[in-house]
């Protein structure tokens, strides 16, 4: 494998003025576990035991309310459908729409019960009538397996809405990925966790307000779900878009709600305030060349196949330095576009960016005048290296 080092202050599009002099200052978050994302351009930009399983408490809905919303796309539920409430979606006690057996509610009414009144009976309601089984035990179990196939690997769910329970977890990266999912899937449901009221048929007057902080403060939050139970403590699910940024955020752990809700602003002020997105380079520009073997040409151009957007701190270096890797020498024939390296580079303070880097031109298999220049190239650079190197 070869590692070309590159200082591409030249290649590079990004102009540096004197204000770009040190690295971003790390948020120091006051949460258990924290992972902030820029969604735009894939950054990470806070990782706190962002892997660790803890329990999730309502922050987990939001995978009943995504295997509802696959439900309705996929036509096998509707919003004006009405279901029944079994006895033990309304057995259930903390945040609730206060459901009984005699209700029949729409599934429009169920998921604004979630997402504005992260109501626990809705979620089972939901649950057993998605349900293989026809239980919520049935449908967790889905959930569980839904969530590996999206990539959720530290996530097992027991019950539809984060009910405390043994095992119950998730872990923050997955529920800033379900997050990013929801917000890429369906962007027609996804005004939703916007909306700061619900008062369901007027029955539970104290029970109306999204507990979202973030959502009336005017700095582009739109979603996506509060959490609390006493074991896992205040968390928040939480996106905001500035411009054509957006952040996803997960916090957990806080004490109190109201540190919950300062520490979700100060993430998105700092997420949005002290990293500024920039076009680095431009597809078509030749980064560098990978040596061939056997082609017609010694070496082909390489170049990333699309433009290269990525997130800077807004005090930063006055240069992006980065590596090109890959598997060589290449071997022929080699077709424009053939993917054979990547571009490696890693922003002061950020964590490293991979793009891939496609071959700039066609370099056709050599003829005999060709392999014999590859061929007395190896032999000259074995014997340049000494009896060792000749072997």
């Keep these: 494998m070869f590692r070309v080092l590159a200082s591409l ?15 971003a200052q790390a948020f120091d978050t006051r949460a258990k576990a924290a992972y902030v994302m820029d969604m735009t351009t894939g950054t990470v930009l806070l990782n706190r035991n962002a892997d660790q399983p803890l329990p999730p408490a309502s922050m987990s809905k939001l995978m009943t309310l995504y295997v509802t919303f696959e439900a309705i796309r996929d036509g096998r539920l509707s919003l004006d459908e009405r279901l029944p409430v079994s006895r033990h979606a309304m057995s259930y006690g903390g945040s609730t729409m206060f459901l009984d057996t005699t209700d029949n509610v729409s599934v429009e009414d169920l998921l604004r019960g979630i997402i ?44 539809s809405n984060g009910w405390p329970a043994a095992g119950h977890r998730m872990s923050m990266r997955d529920l800033a990925l ?12 996804y005004p939703m966790f916007a909306e ?3 008062a369901f048929d007027g029955r539970a007057p104290s029970n109306t307000q999204n507990r979202n902080p973030l959502l009336r403060l005017g700095i582009g939050a739109d979603g996506l779900k509060t959490g609390h139970t006493q074991e896992a403590g205040y968390g928040l699910v939480g996106s905001a878009k500035q411009g054509d940024r957006r952040v996803v955020f997960v916090i957990s752990g806080l004490e109190t709600a109201q540190g919950r809700a300062e520490e979700a602003q100060a993430i998105v002020n700092w997420a949005f ?68 390296a990547e571009l490696v580079f890693a922003p002061e303070g950020l964590p490293e960016t991979r793009v891939p880097l496609v071959a700039a031109q066609d370099v056709p298999k050599g003829g005999f005048v060709a392999r014999l220049r590859t061929v007395s190239g190896l032999l000259l650079a074995r014997l340049k290296q000494g009896p060792e190197g000749a072997l």
């Design 116 to 159: 504005v009144l992260s109501g626990n009976d809705a979620c089972a309601v939901l649950a057993e009538a998605l349900s293989p089984d026809g239980t919520e035990a049935g449908f967790a179990r889905y959930m569980t397996r839904r969530g590996q196939e999206m990539g959720m690997t530290n996530s097992t769910f027991l019950n």
């Design 9 to 23: 202050a030249a290649a590079l599009l990004l102009l540096m003025s004197p204000m770009f002099a040190a690295g």
């Design 196 to 198: 700061t009221e619900f």
């Design 178 to 189: 379900l997050a990013s999912r929801l917000i890429k899937d369906f962007p027609g449901f």
């Design 273 to 340: 305030r002290q990293f500024v997105e920039k076009e680095v380079l431009k597809s078509g520009t030749e980064v560098a060349r990978a040596d061939v073997w056997m082609g017609d040409a010694p070496s082909v151009g390489l170049t990333p196949q699309n433009d290269i957007t990525t997130l800077l701190p807004v005090l930063g270096g006055d240069s992006l330095n980065a590596e090109v890797v890959y598997q060589g020498p290449v071997r022929a024939p080699i077709a424009k576009g053939d993917r054979l």
